[in-house]
């Protein structure tokens, strides 16, 4: 359709130019084929009545001579002298020399006054066979040239209109699609100087707001999702930390009377009383862990009480998770600066810390390695836990911080972990996120503001 409209717009650029040449053509070859004419009739004209007046005094002889006979004889071999001249004698009154315009051609009426007093007429017609020949040609000769000129203009017009005008308009056109379809990258190479080319730069500069506006509504839009996202994973970890609080003191008596007495059998009871009691005590201290777990994320209040050093608090806490790591044959690594002072108490670094190291080394394979890297800026320490295992796909990394959400076999864990390290770094002013690719493992990353005072 584009080709088809700016072919349009060549042919009628095309069309307008034609018609105006051959118009001129027209115009120019009408006057000139009137001066020519009015040109031939004065010198046929003047031709005849100096003929006229020659031919009127040896009429006046021939009279004299042999009367009329004579004069027809006259005017006879006159008129075969001339070729393409007519000469006649009739007798007419006497009057001004007449010239008019027949089918025969020019006539030229030259009055004679006879020695007798009487008067007649000579009469020359001129066919002006080879004049209107010469019109013809001369008509003939402007109609090829116009079509000829007319032929060359059509040409370069057509080539011309294509070249300045469809090439661009295409152009303009398929950029026009392009920002329709919302592909906004693609610029239009723009050259010249002409009304085209500043539309062609016009929407170049359309393009680039376009694409501006798009970036920021996207930037915006991805904003509003993650706040609302933030809204409503803060409002599960409100709801599900009242839900707990109240399980937690609901469960805490209950389960220390269970522990009291069976300690009491394992103690005191017969060797198969006692491992019963002994697997009780077990479940009932796990389950006691569960309890504390669920009142700490139930905690409200600020976690950032007090200074500690990130490293130092790091080193400790791979130090007491090295034996779990061997077991299970991961490696823990630790790199980082000498030190990194953070405002929030060791104990909340710690437990934090404990949460994910401990899930990278579930999710780690055997032989594999866990690190974490700590850096530190003016305004903020970042500590990142990376695992070499099997990695989590979009939905599990979606709901990670979600309470009593996990991948893990019955029994290994609650679900709680991760909520209450993400409650505690938001609490202390910070972030937790994640980055994960199926196959590629995991990078937990803790951003928390750095002291204050603080030098490294």
């Known amino acids: 359709m584009a080709h088809t409209r700016s072919m349009s717009v060549a042919f009628k650029l095309t069309a307008?130019?034609?018609?105006?040449?051959?118009?001129?053509?027209?115009?120019?070859g009408a006057l000139r084929y009137q001066r020519e004419s009015a040109r031939f009739e004065r010198e046929l004209q003047d031709n005849a009545e100096v003929f006229g007046r020659t031919l009127g005094a040896l009429v006046r002889v021939a009279w004299l001579e042999g009367g009329e006979e004579q004069v027809e004889s006259l005017l006879a071999t006159a008129g075969a002298t001339e070729l393409g001249l007519s000469v006649r004698w009739r007798e007419d009154d006497p009057g001004p020399t007449r010239v008019?315009?027949?089918e025969d051609g020019l006539h030229v009426a030259v009055d004679v006054a006879l020695p007798d007093g009487s008067a007649g007429t000579i009469e020359i017609v001129d066919a002006q066979v080879d004049e209107r020949a010469?019109?013809?040609?001369?008509?003939?000769?402007?109609?090829?040239?116009?079509?000829?000129?007319?032929?060359?203009?059509?040409?370069?017009?057509?080539?011309?209109?294509?070249?300045?005008?469809?090439r661009p308009v295409r152009a303009l056109v398929a950029q026009a699609r392009r920002v329709a379809s919302?592909?906004?990258?693609?610029?239009?190479?723009?050259?010249?100087?002409?009304?085209?080319?500043?539309?062609?730069?016009?929407?170049?500069?359309?393009?680039?707001?376009?694409?501006?506006?798009?970036?920021?509504?996207?930037?915006?839009?991805?904003?509003?999702?993650?706040?609302?996202?933030?809204?409503?994973?803060?409002?599960?970890?409100?709801?599900?930390?009242?839900?707990s609080s109240g399980i937690a003191h609901?469960?805490?008596?209950?389960l220390?009377?269970?522990?009291?007495?069976?300690?009491?059998?394992?103690?005191?009871?017969?060797?198969?009383?006692?491992?019963?009691?002994?697997?009780i005590v077990k479940q009932c201290r796990r389950m006691t862990e569960i309890v504390q777990k669920l009142l700490t994320f139930a905690r409200k209040g600020s976690v950032a009480a007090s200074r500690c050093d990130a490293v130092e608090v790091a080193r400790e806490t791979l130090g007491m998770l090295e034996m779990l790591a061997s077991r299970r044959g991961v490696t823990l690594a630790l790199d980082g600066p000498s030190t990194a002072a953070i405002d929030l108490a060791p104990g909340f670094l710690q437990q934090v810390l404990?949460?994910?190291?401990?899930?990278?080394?579930?999710?780690?394979?055997?032989?594999?390695?866990v690190h974490v890297d700590i850096r530190g800026t003016a305004e903020s320490v970042t500590i990142a836990v990376r695992d070499e295992g099997h990695g989590m796909d979009e939905a599990t990394r979606a709901r990670v911080f979600d309470p009593f959400f996990t991948t893990k076999d019955v029994g290994e864990g609650t679900g709680l972990g991760l909520s209450v390290a993400f409650g505690i770094v938001k609490d202390a002013g910070g972030a937790l996120d994640v980055e994960s690719t199926p196959g590629h493992g995991a990078t937990f990353t803790v951003r928390l503001p750095a002291a204050r005072d603080a030098v490294r």
């Not at 069976?262 to 198969?272: S, V």
């Not at 949460?355 to 032989?367: C, F, K, Q």
């Open 134 to 166: 010469y019109l013809a040609e001369s008509v003939r000769d402007v109609v090829l040239t116009a079509g000829l000129v007319a032929l060359f203009c059509a040409l370069v017009a057509w080539g011309l209109g294509l070249s300045l005008i469809g």
């Open 250 to 254: 609901e469960l805490g008596t209950p």
């Open 16 to 28: 307008a130019l034609v018609f105006s040449v051959v118009g001129v053509h027209a115009v120019s």
């Open 100 to 102: 008019y315009e027949s």
């Open 354 to 369: 404990t949460n994910l190291v401990v899930n990278a080394v579930h999710a780690s394979p055997d032989a594999a390695r």
């Open 182 to 243: 919302g592909d906004l990258e693609r610029r239009l190479d723009v050259r010249g100087r002409d009304e085209l080319a500043q539309l062609a730069e016009e929407m170049n500069r359309m393009t680039d707001a376009l694409r501006e506006a798009r970036a920021r509504l996207e930037a915006e839009a991805s904003a509003r999702v993650d706040a609302l996202e933030q809204l409503r994973h803060a409002d599960r970890l409100r709801t599900v930390g009242t839900l």
């Open 256 to 279: 220390n009377v269970i522990l009291g007495h069976a300690q009491l059998l394992e103690e005191h009871g017969e060797p198969e009383v006692g491992r019963a009691a002994a697997a």
